[in-house]
Nanobody
Framework: QVQLVESGGGLVQSGGSLRLSCVAS????????MGWFRQAPGKEREFVAA????????SYADLVKGRFAISRDNAKNTVYLQMNSLKPEDTAVYYC????????????????????WGQGTQVTVSS
């Protein structure tokens, strides 16, 4: 069982930056591939970024590629999402997710692949 708690959301102007954090409970954080998803009002939850257990592999949605960066610190049980050049269309609730896996280099972009989810943190980008 893994519990995930996101933080770092808030209100930012267009062009600004935020860094989201997601802290996982338990001692086996390094056994999980991690992902970030987001959900805007009236829309489906969509993939943002993913990272493998060992940080060897990462993946990004086309909409955020070049602006967002995912990273993790297994010693701190934390995954991060650095968001730069934010746009109003990035406004959403951001969720982190964890998937148990034996494969150190694998990452996952499908929402249904993930086993555990956080409660989300709101990001609002004003124009």
């Amino acid at each position: 069982q893994v519990q995930l708690v996101e933080s770092g959301g808030g209100l930012v102007q267009s062009g600004g930056s935020l860094r989201l954090s997601c802290v996982a409970s338990g001692r086996t954080f390094s056994s999980y591939a991690m992902g970030w998803f987001r959900q805007a009002p009236g829309k489906e939850r969509e993939f943002v970024a993913a990272i493998s257990r060992t940080s060897v592999g990462t993946s990004y949605a086309d909409l955020v590629k070049g602006r967002f960066a995912i990273s993790r610190d297994n010693a701190k049980n934390t995954v991060y999402l650095q968001m730069n050049s934010l746009k109003p269309e990035d406004t959403a609730v951001y969720y982190c997710a964890a998937k148990g896996t034996l494969w150190g280099a694998s990452y996952y972009s499908a929402r249904q692949s993930y086993d555990y989810w956080g409660q989300g943190t709101q990001v609002t980008v004003s124009s």
